[in-house]
């Protein structure tokens, strides 16, 4: 499945994406972008009682971005003052509901709610029961309904040397858990792609660790057919001279990335580093 995934790579994909940036330059500290446009999963249900309403031109305009004027439900009987800053997100789950490795499914839901960062806003017009803000972010397309939350700054965490990832690291002894999920619902990533693993300050995981990623050959955990015991053997290309499991062999490690968000069962990554392109269903661990 892996190969027939990279192969796909080579054209552009509309919906839920399967390709990887693995072309993109070094990356040595988070944009702006990066952190506020990643999205995030949490088991508890964001605030609601804020909404965008509606917004100029609304007759025929379904969707709003930066520059746009929006409504949303507060105004002077709330407190809003000109100047407020907010921050925009909606629920969301991936349209296609095809799960691509075992387990997927459970661990998605397990993590809680999908949350998409569309954008952030400023309030410019206050009148008695709403507010006009103007969009000055735009992560997504926003519409009527959205979440309205007040902005909150997130920590923009330090990078370490790339040039430090260790190809051949052993194992941790710290946590493990997987890539469940990858920004825009994309099943592979790589350096400068947004993941969503299974840990969070459950165990302990806070912004700014590093996730290492690796993955084991022969687990075949994902659900597309695969060749049993290709790790030691594939008829008519030569075998070792015994079996070897998934467990008998050493693991590969592909990659890193940083923690820039985090929630009780998950944690938003950035991936910082990838020598190879990274799949939902690849094991990460705290480093």
């Known amino acids: 499945m892996r190969a027939k995934l990279a192969a796909l790579c080579t054209f552009v994909f509309v919906g839920a994406g399967i390709c990887s940036a693995q072309t993109s330059p070094n990356i040595s500290q988070a944009t702006f972008s990066s952190v506020y446009c990643s999205g995030f999963y949490t088991d508890e249900k964001a605030p609601d009682a804020t909404r965008l309403v509606s ?3 609304s007759s025929d305009k379904l969707t709003f971005a930066r520059g746009d004027y929006v409504y949303i439900n507060r105004g002077m009987d709330k407190g809003v003052r000109v100047g407020d800053r907010y921050s925009v997100i909606r629920p969301e789950k991936d349209p296609l509901e095809v799960e691509w490795f075992k387990w997927q499914d ?11 960062d569309a954008g952030q806003l400023r309030v410019v017009v206050v009148q008695p029961k709403v507010a006009i803000a103007e969009v000055t ?3 997504d397309y926003m519409q009527r309904g959205d979440i309205v939350l007040p902005y909150q ?15 051949f690291a052993p194992v941790s002894g710290k946590p493990v858990a997987m890539i469940v999920e990858a920004k825009d619902y994309q099943q592979s990533a790589g350096r400068g792609n947004t993941v969503y693993v299974n840990l969070g300050t459950n165990k302990g995981v806070k912004v700014g660790d590093y996730f290492r990623v690796f993955r084991y050959e022969g687990t075949r955990a994902e659900l597309a057919p695969q060749t049993k015991d290709y790790q030691d053997r594939i008829y008519g290309f030569g075998s070792s001279p015994g079996n070897y499991k998934w467990n008998d062999l050493p693991r590969e490690v592909v990659g890193e990335g940083i923690v820039i968000n985090v929630s009780h069962n998950s944690s938003t990554v950035l991936i910082t580093y990838s020598s190879l392109t990274m799949y939902t269903g690849d094991y990460v661990e705290v480093e």
């Open 55 to 57: 917004g100029e031109q």
């Open 153 to 167: 700054e997130r920590p923009d965490p330090t990078f370490k040397d790339a040039g430090t990832f260790d190809h």
């Open 106 to 116: 459970k661990l998605v839901k397990a993590m809680g709610t999908h949350y998409l």
């Open 137 to 139: 972010l735009s992560c």
